[in-house]
């Protein structure tokens, strides 16, 4: 099963930055969707951004509004997660993933997901 791998990831201030990046994603592999995830220990994971690739929309979580942007490399075949004005409520285990279709807003199906990577944000 394809496996996407996360990248970037690390521990920052409060108000600092971090590019998050998700190679093994794209048409190649069938994926309409695309989005970032977190979770947080004891909460459970919720979506952070998506990519929509047929009608190339975006939508962010409310809580990260205007904070972090979400795009995509096609030539790369990778997926970013720019994070600006990190507080220390971003704190988790990010998450990329990929759906060929979506239940709601975050159900991806038929896709792939990664092993994640850390961010931690301290204040």
């Known amino acids: 099963q394809r496996q996407l791998v996360e990248s970037g990831g690390g521990s920052v201030q409060a108000g600092g930055s971090l590019l998050l990046s998700c190679a093994g994603v794209g048409y190649t592999y069938g994926d309409r969707f695309m989005g970032w995830f977190r979770q947080a220990p004891g909460k459970e994971r919720e979506g952070v951004a998506r990519?929509?690739?047929?009608?190339?929309?975006?939508y962010y979580a409310d809580s990260v509004q205007n904070r972090f942007t979400i795009s995509r490399d096609n030539a790369k075949n990778t997926l970013y997660l720019q994070m600006n004005g990190l507080i220390p409520e971003d704190t988790a285990m990010y998450y990329c993933?990929?759906?060929?279709?979506?239940?709601?807003?975050?159900?991806?199906?038929?896709?792939?997901w990664g092993q994640g990577t850390q961010v931690t944000v301290s204040s």
């Open positions: 990519i929509d690739t047929i009608v190339r929309g975006t």
């Open positions: 993933a990929t759906g060929r279709s979506v239940v709601g807003l975050w159900d991806f199906r038929g896709g792939a």
